[in-house]
């Protein structure tokens, strides 16, 4: 047994890394339903599995009361959010977590009721709130997420090199958003959406490799129905089969060699059909709450097709002058260089510059994730109200662009591990993951005294950041107790 553990290690050391690196974060995780964002991701579960309906008031009514200070009376129960056709209060979240944690929901449910029948753990109901529940889709967000992480990394390797692959997945998952939502704020969709995203790009490039499989083009519009059911942005992601298949399309064009589309007409139509089929259930869902087979107006409304603040999204050197407010906060202005992904994680700079060097070297893998990217940066910069995401920690809307990010990142590492000691780049790499847990300290356990959620204010940051061991030890046993944590950490 051991000799076949020393080979695979020999083989892929970095895999087995990554799964010991996957065990301290399930460890160290957060587990607990408290914003309005998780409530609402939550509800569609509880209440279509207790109650048989799509009647959100007794769960939004009970989560407030649990967690009081999360702003859920002051938002989600308010007149304005009732659907004037049904007059059910409204849910903007799509149902696609909550398909994605039915079966861990369920087996949950079957288990506590099991305990009861024979006099086990009467003291935690089998209620759909209890904390078994709440665990239950929470730890499964984190176990998608990380099955996306090990998909993408052998993804990854098929332009770069297994080293170079790993580094970079270890880079982009620790020194981004990615592990916050994997951990502190797992109820929200970014952990399953990253998942999905990883099965799509997967999907994609198995139809770009063999595209006389119809069995490919299957799972492919699958993959699609749950990008949109679990984000719908995430839906601007079929861009990339439609350049991959524009691609074969135009050689056929110039080449004059028309036979060659032939087994992509009756792909297309199944991979349009099987999506079709597959993101059924969430205009059934739009009707029943809304009245109307389309998304709620509280997001449609946000829309700027301008795309005003696309820019401001990456680096926002120059703020609006309006202030920005959040649920139950008083408003407040924002400096220069406060919001934005780059801001934020610095380490997606190298990866979006690798992401270009990847379009340019296999410009039939690189340009069509490029172009998706760019497509979430506008999408994202025409939310004219919510584009700053203050508040929240990182710019966690381009977490489901992760899969990118990695492949980018690796090809750059790849290039630069020829001229560069690669004991360096992992130095640099480490650096941008301690500064990336740094905030995650500092947004968790010190918000308080920094409020960095709400933007980084400098050289405010590189103080709280430089001051956080001290902090830190002076904490002491307050760091393992996580009912001081966060709100409902022992629910």
């Not at 129905?225 to 439609?242: D, K, N, S, T």
């Not at 401001?312 to 139950?328: A, R, Y």
Request: aromatic share 14%; glycine share 8%; with cysteine.
């Amino acid at each position: 047994m051991w000799n076949r553990l020393r080979n695979y290690y020999q083989k892929d050391a970095g895999q087995i890394l990554l799964g010991v690196l996957m065990l301290i974060c399930l460890a160290g995780a957060l587990p607990r339903v408290y914003a309005t964002d998780e409530v609402q991701y939550y509800a569609w579960l509880r209440s279509a599995w207790f109650d048989h309906d799509v009647n959100f008031a007794n769960e939004y009514t009970r989560f407030a009361e649990m967690n009081p200070q999360a702003g859920i009376d002051k938002s989600l129960l308010m007149p304005n959010r009732i659907r004037p056709l049904t007059g059910l209060y409204g849910n903007i979240a799509p149902i696609g977590s909550a398909l994605l944690w039915a079966p861990w929901f369920i087996v949950t449910d079957a288990g506590l009721h099991g305990l009861h029948a024979i006099g086990l753990a009467k003291n935690i109901p089998a209620d759909g709130y209890s904390w078994p529940y709440q665990r239950a889709v929470c730890y499964a967000s984190a176990i998608y997420a990380m099955l996306g992480i090990l998909i993408i990394r052998q993804l990854a390797q098929t332009w770069t090199s297994r080293w170079s692959s790993t580094l970079a997945t270890i880079g982009i998952w620790l020194a981004s958003p990615l592990i916050y939502y994997m951990t502190i704020q797992m109820p929200f969709a970014h952990a399953n959406g990253f998942f999905v995203t990883c099965c799509f790009v997967w999907c994609w490039w198995q139809t770009v490799l063999t595209p006389q499989r119809k069995s490919r083009w299957i799972l492919l519009g699958i993959a699609a129905g749950m990008l949109y059911m679990v984000r719908e942005q995430l839906i601007l992601f079929m861009i990339m089969p439609a350049m991959s298949v524009g691609y074969v399309a135009w050689n056929a064009l110039l080449t004059r060699q028309f036979t060659s589309l032939r087994p992509y007409a009756a792909s297309i139509v199944l991979c349009a059909l099987v999506a079709g089929f597959t993101v059924a259930p969430q205009f059934l869902a739009y009707k029943l709450v809304n009245g109307v087979a389309k998304p709620a107006s509280e997001v449609s409304n946000k829309l700027n097709l301008c795309s005003p603040h696309a820019i401001d999204t990456l680096i926002d050197f120059d703020p609006s002058p309006e202030p920005l407010c959040g649920v139950g906060v008083e408003p407040v202005s924002i400096t220069a260089w406060s919001r934005g992904a780059l801001v934020w994680s610095p380490i997606l700079l190298p990866a979006i510059i690798g992401l270009v060097g990847l379009a340019r070297r296999h410009p039939r893998a690189g340009a069509p994730m490029l172009v998706a990217f760019l497509l979430q940066v506008w999408l994202n910069g025409a939310f004219g109200t919510t584009w700053h995401l203050s508040g929240a920690f990182g710019f966690r809307r381009f977490i489901e662009c992760s899969p990118f990010f990695i492949c980018g990142l690796a090809f750059l590492l790849d290039y630069l591990k020829t001229r560069i000691h690669p004991r360096v780049l992992i130095a640099c790499v480490v650096a941008l993951i301690a500064w990336n847990m740094g905030l995650i300290v500092n947004a968790t356990l010190f918000n308080s005294l920094t409020n960095i959620r709400r933007g980084l204010t400098w050289p405010d940051v590189w103080r709280w950041q430089w001051e956080l061991p001290v902090r830190m030890w002076q904490k002491g046993a307050g760091l393992f107790d996580r009912c001081r944590v966060l709100k409902n950490g022992c629910q």
